[in-house]
């Protein structure tokens, strides 16, 4: 079982993350009534402004998360088939069989074998294993650019399938939930990013979240310093960004306290209903971004230490900035962290991500806000 809250062990670990390269780091952890809030580190490199706790922070992929329990209250209300095709809601969006052969669930475990579209919207970046041909240039040249979903749909769902439909390991791509974000628009009448701030935001409570119709952060916020593996020396501010590359996929702006306050309802059974839970939990091997297999459920995925509780949550990075939202799965530790950096890691001769010491330092601050 986890220990008591150590403040002082907590504030050491925080700041071990800012001494070993990251500009800012904040987060909240909780253990049932006790809470904890940290920060370590600037918000601004230049001015040397300190980063808050309750910061505004672009949080990446936990949108996914909101997504999916924004999907998940409509199967609750008989709206959305889990097993249902997705063609049948969007017809010929995913062209040919596959669109007869990919169904909801497939789209929110990433089991639907639909390629990755990032590749084909921003031309100089590269994935693994190719990251040593690859250039930063594409962030500069879209940092204003408006995508539609439709278009950044088309480029992955027209690409070579990385995987046969609800095949595992399944292959984890943002195609997935732009075509989600689509089926929420199609069933409700109304913008996905609409949806999911009624029933998911404005039910939880969340009064500093929000999906973003401009590249601006309100409120109080840092700036966010993309390094792309050493190639953007020193690092620069993405904080400006438009960020419909990715819309209900990864564009969500939340504090630490909003994220612990989301998955500590949902984990409640408050935010979808507990069957829907139970399906939110059942997991998958999924091969990630950075290509580790993990267990990935519907818009979540566990955590496991030997010995402990199960935690459930999810992770996220835009250019620049990173978090993690972990719950334990009875609800009573909850930990939120953001970082205001991203890809720190130097590329070896094979185009791999060589360690780094921010890596051992976050994993570090993970091991003592979940297990103490």
């Given at each position: 079982?986890?220990?008591p809250l150590d403040c002082a062990e907590l504030n050491a670990a925080l700041e071990n993350v800012h001494r070993a390269g990251v500009p800012?780091?904040?987060?909240?952890?909780?253990?049932?009534?006790?809470?904890?809030?940290?920060?370590?580190?600037?918000?601004?490199?230049?001015?040397?402004?300190?980063?808050?706790?309750?910061?505004?922070?672009?949080?990446?992929?936990?949108?996914?998360?909101?997504?999916?329990?924004?999907?998940?209250?409509?199967?609750?209300?008989?709206?959305?088939?889990?097993?249902?095709?997705?063609?049948?809601?969007?017809?010929?969006?995913?062209?040919?069989?596959?669109?007869?052969?990919?169904?909801?669930?497939?789209?929110?475990?990433?089991?639907?074998?639909?390629?990755?579209?990032?590749?084909?919207?921003?031309?100089?970046?590269?994935?693994?294993?190719?990251?040593?041909?690859?250039?930063?240039?594409?962030?500069?040249?879209?940092?204003?650019?408006?995508?539609?979903?439709?278009?950044?749909?088309?480029?992955?769902?027209?690409?070579?399938?990385?995987?046969?439909?609800?095949?595992?390991?399944?292959?984890?791509?943002?195609?997935?939930?732009?075509?989600?974000?689509?089926?929420?628009?199609?069933?409700?009448?109304?913008?996905?990013?609409?949806?999911?701030?009624?029933?998911?935001?404005?039910?939880?409570?969340?009064?500093?979240?929000?999906?973003?119709?401009?590249?601006?952060?309100?409120?109080?916020?840092?700036?966010?310093?993309?390094?792309?593996?050493?190639?953007?020396?020193?690092?620069?501010?993405?904080?400006?960004?438009?960020?419909?590359?990715?819309?209900?996929?990864?564009?969500?702006?939340?504090?630490?306290?909003d994220l612990n306050r989301f998955f500590g309802l949902l984990l409640a059974g408050e935010i979808v209903s507990p069957s829907s839970l139970?399906?939110?939990?059942?997991?998958?091997?999924?091969?990630?971004?950075?290509?580790?297999?993990?267990?990935?459920?519907?818009?979540?995925?566990?955590?496991?230490?030997?010995?402990?509780?199960?935690?459930?949550?999810?992770?996220?990075?835009?250019?620049?900035?990173?978090?993690?939202?972990?719950?334990?799965?009875?609800?009573?530790?909850?930990?939120?962290?953001?970082?205001?950096?991203?890809?720190?890691?130097?590329?070896?001769?094979?185009?791999?991500?060589?360690?780094?010491?921010?890596?051992?330092?976050?994993?570090?601050?993970?091991?003592?806000?979940?297990?103490?």
């Open positions: 079982m986890t220990n800012g780091v904040f987060a909240e952890v909780r253990d049932g009534d006790q809470v904890w809030r940290g920060a370590a580190g600037v918000a601004d490199v230049d001015t040397g402004r300190p980063v808050t706790a309750d910061m505004r922070h672009r949080v990446g992929s936990i949108t996914k998360t909101f997504t999916a329990a924004a999907v998940l209250q409509q199967v609750d209300s008989g709206q959305i088939g889990l097993d249902t095709p997705i063609s049948r809601y969007l017809p010929g969006l995913v062209p040919g069989e596959r669109g007869d052969a990919i169904t909801v669930r497939m789209l929110i475990n990433h089991t639907s074998g639909l390629a990755e579209y990032l590749p084909f919207a921003y031309p100089s970046l590269k994935a693994l294993p190719d990251l040593a041909e690859t250039s930063p240039q594409s962030l500069d040249d879209h940092r204003f650019t408006r995508f539609h979903a439709t278009e950044l749909i088309e480029m992955g769902a027209t690409a070579p399938p990385v995987a046969a439909p609800g095949g595992t390991p399944g292959v984890y791509s943002n195609t997935n939930y732009l075509l989600l974000g689509e089926l929420l628009a199609q069933v409700t009448g109304t913008k996905a990013e609409d949806c999911i701030t009624r029933n998911v935001i404005e039910r939880a409570g969340l009064r500093e979240t929000e999906l973003p119709t401009g590249p601006h952060i309100h409120g109080p916020h840092s700036r966010i310093y993309e390094a792309w593996f050493g190639m953007i020396d020193p690092p620069r501010d993405y904080s400006v960004y438009d960020m419909s590359w990715v819309g209900p996929a990864a564009a969500l702006i939340s504090t630490v306290a139970a399906q939110m939990q059942r997991t998958v091997p999924v091969v990630s971004q950075e290509g580790k297999t993990i267990d990935y459920g519907l818009g979540m995925h566990p955590t496991d230490a030997p010995g402990q509780r199960t935690f459930w949550g999810h992770g996220g990075t835009v250019w620049g900035g990173g978090a993690l939202a972990m719950t334990r799965d009875d609800g009573k530790r909850q930990l939120a962290v953001a970082v205001n950096s991203q890809r720190w890691n130097r590329l070896d001769s094979s185009g791999r991500p060589q360690p780094h010491p921010i890596d051992e330092a976050l994993a570090a601050l993970h091991r003592v806000a979940m297990y103490g």
